[in-house]
């Protein structure tokens, strides 16, 4: 079945640490590409987005995501976490062939310790 | 202007009974959504509508009903509420492949 996969279900990271949290899909052609956060006792916010070109996206917050097309992913980054990253985070894809329908993965809870 | 609202923001129904959440939006978006949130299983989508009175089935449409006579409107109907329908809910809606933009949730307990 078509779906969209996080592997991580929960990150704990210490502050200043380095954050990647896979994402994987697997609609075949063509796709938009989202990673969405929610903090805690909030809906859902954009982080960033890939539609075509670079694939190499900067979103807010200092995060960046690499879409690898040969690999069906879409792995978000940050550098250094700070505290107030604790939320869950959704990876999303917009499938071509599917109009604006958008399917999530789990989630990856991220528990940054101050 | 709030551009999306969901009520009620917390609602408590018995099983059996039929309960309908709201969502509406002022910015025209031609897509709207409505998924559920569970522990483990993140967001599901169970219906979304490309348009006024086109409305399409997501991943677990089982259980719910929904309309779109106007494009700013788009409820959500448990025809006969169970306690696995328990959750949280969300509306969205977005400009076609462009990115969605969500309620503040609905948080479900069927008892």
């Known amino acids: 079945a078509q779906s969209v996969s996080q592997h991580n279900h929960h990150v704990i990271l210490s502050e200043a640490a380095s954050l990647e949290l896979g994402c994987n899909y697997s609609?075949?052609?063509?796709?938009?590409l989202f990673w969405y956060v929610q903090y805690p006792g909030q809906h859902l916010q954009l982080l960033l987005k890939?539609?075509?070109?670079?694939?190499l996206v900067k979103g807010i917050k200092g995060f960046e995501a690499e879409f690898i097309k040969s690999k069906f992913s879409f792995n978000l980054r940050k550098p250094s976490v700070q505290w107030s990253d604790t939320a869950e985070y959704f990876c999303?894809?917009?499938?071509?062939?599917?109009?604006?329908?958008?399917?999530f993965g789990q989630g990856t809870e991220l528990s940054v310790k101050p | 202007d709030a551009g999306i609202t969901q009520s009620p923001r917390y609602k408590i129904t018995e099983t059996g009974r039929q309960v309908t959440l709201m969502c509406h939006q002022t910015?025209?978006?031609?897509?709207m959504f409505w998924y559920r949130q569970d522990l483990g299983h993140g967001l599901r989508l169970i219906y979304y509508?490309?348009?006024?009175?086109?409305?399409d089935k997501g991943e677990v449409p089982d259980g719910y009903v929904v309309s779109r006579s106007k494009t700013e409107n788009f409820p959500l109907t448990l025809e006969s509420a169970t306690r696995s329908q328990t959750s949280v809910y969300f509306c969205a809606t977005g400009q076609g492949a462009a990115e969605a933009f969500f309620g503040q949730g609905t948080r479900l307990t069927v008892v």
């Open positions: 609609y075949g052609g063509t796709v938009n």
């Open positions: 509508s490309a348009a006024a009175d086109i409305t």
């Open positions: 999303a894809v917009n499938p071509y062939n599917q109009g604006g329908k958008l399917i």
């Open positions: 890939y539609f075509s070109g670079d694939p």
């Open positions: 910015w025209s978006h031609s897509y």
